[in-house]
C-alpha cells in the first residue's frame, strides 16, 4: 500500500478514536457494534476456527479473536495492523499466551503458512493501486493451508467515500473463482457487505 493510502489510514482513525474514544466499534471505523459482531458471526459459522492457527489481517483491537474465543477457540492466534494505537490497546487487553499482534503493512509484509487467513474489514480501504483487492486475495490464499475468508463493501448499496470503497460481489467472486474452483459467496447477513470464503480442498 502506497505510503499516502497508510497516511490516510492512520489520520482517519486517529480522528475516530479522538471523536469516539472508549468506543471500540466507532474508532475501528464500523457503523456500530451490530454491524462489526454480524460480520464476526458470518465468519466463524462459516469457517472452523477450533484449534486452528489463525492470521488475521488489519485485526484493529483483536475483537474477532475475543469473538471465536467464545465458541471456537483458535489453536494459535496472530493478528496484524498497521495502526500502532490498535495493537497497544489489544496486547494489553488480552493476555493468552495464544494471542500475537504484530505492527506490520499487511499489503507489503510476508505473510506466515497459517491454517486460515481473515481480513475483516480491513480490504475495503481505498488504494492507488487497482490491483490492490485481487493482489491480496492472491497472497491470502498462498498463506492459508486451508481456508480464506474475507468480508467487503457492496457498491450496490454502498456509495464510496474518501477513504473507502465498496465493490461489485459478482465480479469479486469471479477473479475468486480463477484462484480456486471451492468459493463460496455470502450475502445474505447484511445488505451493504458480503463475505467470500475461498478453501484449499
Not at 7 to 31: A, P
Not at 52 to 63: A, F, P, Y
Not at 96 to 104: A, D, E, N
Request: proline share 2%; glycine share 4%.
Amino acid at each position: 500500500m502506497h505510503l499516502v493510502d497508510r497516511l490516510k489510514i492512520y489520520l482517519f482513525h486517529k480522528e475516530k478514536v479522538r471523536r469516539w474514544k472508549g468506543l471500540s466499534h466507532k474508532v475501528q471505523g464500523w457503523s456500530s457494534h451490530e454491524e462489526q459482531q454480524v460480520r464476526f458471526k458470518t465468519i466463524a459459522n462459516n469457517v472452523e476456527f477450533k484449534g486452528k492457527r489463525v492470521l488475521d489481517l488489519g485485526c484493529g483491537l483483536g475483537e474477532l479473536y475475543d469473538y471465536l474465543s467464545e465458541n471456537q477457540c483458535p489453536g494459535f492466534y496472530l493478528g496484524l495492523d498497521q495502526h500502532w494505537p490498535f495493537l497497544r490497546q489489544a496486547r494489553k487487553r488480552i493476555g493468552s499466551s495464544q494471542c500475537r499482534f504484530k505492527f506490520t503493512d499487511i499489503s507489503k509484509a510476508s505473510l506466515p503458512k497459517m491454517d486460515i487467513v481473515v481480513a475483516s474489514g480491513s480490504l475495503s480501504y481505498r488504494t492507488k493501486n487497482p490491483d490492490y483487492l485481487t493482489e491480496m486475495i492472491t497472497r491470502m490464499f498462498s498463506a492459508c493451508r486451508e481456508v480464506t475468508v474475507f468480508n467487503l463493501l457492496n457498491i450496490e448499496v454502498f456509495s464510496d467515500q474518501t477513504i473507502l470503497q465498496a465493490y461489485n460481489k459478482q465480479e469479486v467472486l469471479a477473479f475468486c473463482q480463477t484462484v480456486t474452483p471451492n468459493v463460496t459467496l455470502i450475502d445474505d447477513y447484511s445488505d451493504a457487505d458480503f463475505t467470500l470464503v475461498l478453501k484449499k480442498t
